[in-house]
């Protein structure tokens, strides 16, 4: 089993920074991607922000030029640096790891961490 522990999240102004961090461990083999997904109260969960082990990532066009993410393959950890915060923002940041393992991909979700912007 793999465990995924979110941290970072938290209430800030409108323009302001947050960074999220989500911390792998338990049985991991190989990663093939880690990243950031959110869901608002009534909305569907939907993607933030991937990255894959070779470092190609992937962006959802809101956030695009706002957030950034980043990976540490040796301590498998990923981390989301939200900048310009909008109210729009605000939501369940959700981390996510797929991997492979006797050729087999499994998925992996984290419990969740709430990012407040405030107007």
């Known amino acids: 089993q793999v465990q995924l522990v979110e941290s970072g999240g938290g209430l800030v102004q409108a323009g302001g920074s947050l960074r999220l961090s989500c911390a792998a461990s338990?049985?991991?083999?190989?990663?093939?991607?880690m990243g950031w997904y959110r869901q608002a109260p009534g909305k569907q969960r939907e993607l933030v922000a991937t990255?894959?082990?070779?470092?190609?990532?992937n962006y959802a066009d809101s956030v695009k030029g706002r957030f950034t993410i980043s990976t540490d393959n040796a301590k498998n950890t990923v981390t989301l640096q939200m900048n310009s915060l909008k109210p729009e923002d605000t939501a369940v940041y959700y981390c996510?790891?797929?991997?492979?393992?006797?050729?087999?991909?499994?998925?992996?979700w984290g419990q969740g961490t709430q990012v407040t912007v405030s107007s």
């Open positions: 996510k790891l797929v991997q492979t393992a006797r050729a087999a991909e499994y998925n992996y």
């Open positions: 338990g049985s991991i083999f190989r990663i093939n991607t």
């Open positions: 990255i894959t082990s070779g470092g190609s990532t």
